[in-house]
T-cell receptor
């Protein structure tokens, strides 16, 4: 089955800094999503992005399907961005999740 | 409702007991998924319904786990003879299209603790 790897596993940022989170996947996919899991455990949809580039406010994501990776960009980070960011991918199957990137934004 | 809802939010039970966890998907979503998340890990797939039938139950860990979706909407995950290792957050998700295309949307989860 598909394998999903995320890097880095942990990231500490000063408020206002920018960051890039990476997701590599082992096979072709037609579903790729980025989630933010908040401190209460809720998985919040950030992007549905099996290919291409999308932007939503300070967040943007790019998936290069032919090279089997996706990037999540966070600009001007805020303390409320803290939490775990998950990438999940699949092909006509339920999602396979990476282990996540734990982000801590310090004021 | 506007999103996926799950009940109860927390469940504490004793080893050997039977539990049921409920999921209400987003109205109109045909596909429903159950995942399990252990501490410090990403969610892991358990079972996927397309309509009323289980399209893929390959993630169920053993025959103590069973799930139903009798009318193609609400689903119940049932765990018999619970073990301490079953303690985790059980997440439900739904999607408009089969295979999760257009995205899966997750509920808040049920935190199960087996004493």
């Amino acid at each position: 089955g598909i394998q999903v790897e995320q890097s880095p596993p942990d990231l500490i940022l000063q408020e206002g800094a920018n960051s890039t989170l990476r997701c590599n996947f082992s096979d072709s996919v037609n579903n790729l999503q980025w989630f933010h899991q908040n401190p209460w455990g809720q998985l919040i949809n950030l992007f549905y992005i099996p290919s291409g580039t999308k932007q939503n406010g300070r967040l943007s994501a790019t998936t290069v399907a032919t090279e089997r990776y996706s990037l999540l960009y966070i600009s001007s980070s805020q303390t409320t961005d803290s939490g775990v960011y998950f990438c999940a991918a699949g092909r006509n199957t339920p999602l396979v999740f990476g282990k996540g990137t734990r982000l801590s934004v310090i004021a | 409702g506007a999103g996926v809802s799950q009940t109860p939010s927390n469940k504490v039970t004793e080893k050997g007991k039977y539990v049921e966890l409920r999921c209400d998907p987003i109205s109109g979503h045909t596909a429903l998924y159950w995942y399990r998340q252990s501490l410090g890990q990403g969610p892991e797939f358990l079972i996927y319904f397309q309509g009323t039938g289980a399209a893929d139950d390959s993630g169920l860990p053993n025959d103590r786990f069973f799930a139903v979706r009798p009318e193609g909407s609400v689903s119940t995950l049932k765990i018999q003879r619970t073990e301490r290792g079953d303690s985790a957050v059980y997440l439900c998700a739904s999607s408009l299209l089969a295979g999760g295309q257009m995205g899966q949307f997750f509920g808040p989860g049920t935190r199960l603790t087996v004493l």
